[in-house]
């Protein structure tokens, strides 16, 4: 399933610094990096609950935020994307 991971993470002490590099490092382990805060990760079900529940650990809630959103598996018509970035096969094939 394909999902949207966005977060904000206060960056206003050296806390906020070094969590919001952990956040980042942890999505950049599982998902495609889309904007600076915000990745795409096709993972099953029991895949994306343990990276969800890592990031719940990682941030404040008090300071910090994340969004998940569910796109599904039917993901690429609901995914438009327009501009200089390349889009990317979450699906095709990897080479190492």
Same mark, same amino acid.
């Given at each position: 399933?394909? %999902?949207?991971?966005?977060?904000?993470?206060?960056?206003?002490?050296?806390?906020? $610094?070094? *969590? !919001?590099?952990?956040?980042?490092?942890?999505?950049?382990?599982?998902?495609?990096?889309?904007?600076?805060? %915000?990745f795409e990760a096709n993972l099953d079900?029991?895949?994306?609950?343990?990276? $969800?529940? *890592? !990031?719940i650990r990682l941030i404040d809630s008090e300071k910090d935020s994340l969004r998940f959103y569910y796109l599904g598996n039917d993901w690429k018509k609901k995914v438009?994307?327009?501009g200089a970035k390349q889009t990317y096969d979450s699906e095709g094939v990897i080479i190492i």
């Open positions: 399933m394909m %999902v949207l991971i966005s977060y904000d993470v206060s960056t206003t002490d050296p806390a906020g $610094k070094t *969590r !919001l590099r952990k956040v980042a490092k942890e999505c950049q382990n599982h998902a495609q990096r889309v904007q600076n805060s %915000v079900y029991s895949s994306f609950l343990k990276l $969800k529940d *890592r !990031l438009e994307h327009i």
